[in-house]
């Protein structure tokens, strides 16, 4: 493990969000699915794409909260352009499922 100051941690800007289009990323090496993600007023929309496909469907993707870093640098992943990295922890059998808030949040809202 890396220790990093409370500086260096206060750099990533993390920040929620609410996914208002999702769809299949059959181009992706490994099964994925392309987010627009509204991160409100100040930060627009942003999209992403992410390894979501054991625990997720594009159709219920929509609408739901999610927390992403929207401070790394654009990522080209195969003909689609990353903008944010949208937050996840692994199940048992290393699948990915979302870290989102518990309630609702205002969109954009930066955590700490």
Same mark, same amino acid.
């Given at each position: 493990?890396? /220790?990093?100051?409370?500086?260096?941690?206060? #750099?990533?800007?993390?920040? =929620?969000?609410?996914?208002? #289009?999702?769809?299949?990323? $059959?181009?992706?090496? #490994?099964?994925?699915? #392309?987010?627009?993600?509204?991160? *409100? /007023?100040?930060? *627009?929309?942003?999209? =992403?794409?992410? @390894?979501? =496909?054991?625990?997720? =469907? $594009?159709? &219920? !993707?929509?609408?739901?909260?999610?927390?992403?870093?929207?401070?790394?640098? $654009?990522? @080209?992943? &195969?003909?689609?352009?990353? /903008?944010? !990295?949208?937050? *996840?922890?692994?199940? /048992?059998?290393?699948?990915?499922? !979302?870290?989102? $808030?518990?309630?609702?949040?205002?969109? &954009? *809202?930066?955590?700490?």
């Amino acid at each position: 493990m890396v /220790e990093l100051s409370f500086d260096d941690f206060m #750099k990533v800007d993390v920040r =929620t969000g609410r996914v208002i #289009k999702a769809e299949a990323f $059959p181009e992706a090496r #490994k099964p994925a699915i #392309k987010m627009w993600i509204d991160f *409100g /007023e100040n930060i *627009g929309v942003r999209k =992403t794409s992410a @390894q979501l =496909t054991v625990h997720y =469907t $594009p159709e &219920g !993707l929509i609408g739901r909260q999610v927390l992403a870093v929207v401070n790394f640098p $654009p990522r @080209q992943i &195969g003909p689609f352009m990353s /903008e944010v !990295l949208v937050l *996840g922890l692994p199940d /048992e059998n290393g699948a990915v499922v !979302l870290a989102v $808030p518990d309630q609702t949040t205002p969109l &954009g *809202g930066r955590m700490h």
